[in-house]
């Protein structure tokens, strides 16, 4: 297993990060500890979650994924050490969290104490704030004028960034988080708290995970050209574009318990003509070069300069297997020639 520094900690996470959002939905508590079990043999020591999980979120689940982890941890409490533990605290528009309300110092200590409980452990290695007050270019909205960035309040957005940053330093001082980063932002948000986290020596974002993978690539070059320099560690989250790119949707494919079977928030937004035919096509180049799709598109990623660590997920033990086999099968010049083909006839095809 390949390690890298998570930004500007002292960190050294595994290049693979095992996501978790469909345990306590799609996954129960047996499936997620043989998963954390086959992982951390693999040399993976990189686990990701949040406490709006599992998804799609409900009042139901809310909270089930941590709960699971947190029952792994009570009954392995030696592998402890062995794990960069890392969750998120939900932004506003779910009422079952904080009637709705968006992410301020007091919601950060609540959220924190919640989220330790849940977790069974008196500290959390990366604590991640999901998605900023303000609207962002995420989640479909990344197209012009989607968003209206002309009509934030920029003053009042950096008195809220400025009032999370003392929340989350109550919190290092506490000892009850030793890193924070950032979840679906962008450029100005990265360097707002940089800025803020300078002026005020409060504790600085160490990294930021965002949507990124052969489908959806919009970070490349600026953002993640951003992160390198500021020393803030890129975390691809669904590299596999919801599942999209191992070809199990092909031709209007839906398998049972699959996630595109589920209420999605914001609709399929990904199911698209063209990103259907960009799978073709990658699928048609995984073929050729021995790979299964899903793998092609998993190796891409972890190949893309820049890239710390890259979160995946999987419903079953031999999609995980699949997944891990990835990162140990690099792509070589001749495939990534080939791939940027497909790349540019289809550079953003959702």
Known sequence: MDFSILGSSNLKVSRICLGSMTWGLQNNQSDANQQIDFALAQGINFIDTAEMYAVPPSADTYGKTETIIGNWLAANPQRRKDI??????????LPWVRDGGPINAAAVVEAVDASLQRLQTDYIDLYQLHWPNRTT???????????QPSALDAADHQAQMLDILQGLQQCVEAGKIRHCGLSDDTPWGINTYLKLSEQHKLPRMVSIQNEFSLLH??????????????????LPWSPLAGGLLSGKYANGARPEGSRWTYMQRNGIFRDTPQA?????AYSEIAAGYGYTPAQLALAWCDQVDGVTSTIIGATSMSQLKEDIDAFAKPLSERAMQDIAEVFNRYPAPY
């Open 137 to 147: 270019p995420h989640f479909g909205k990344h197209w012009p004028n989607q968003i």
């Open 276 to 280: 259907h035919e960009a799978v073709a």
């Open 217 to 234: 690539a919009k970070d490349w070059p600026y953002l993640i050209e951003n992160c390198v320099q500021e020393n803030v560690a890129y």
């Open 84 to 93: 960069i533990l890392a969750t998120k605290i939900a932004g506003s528009g």
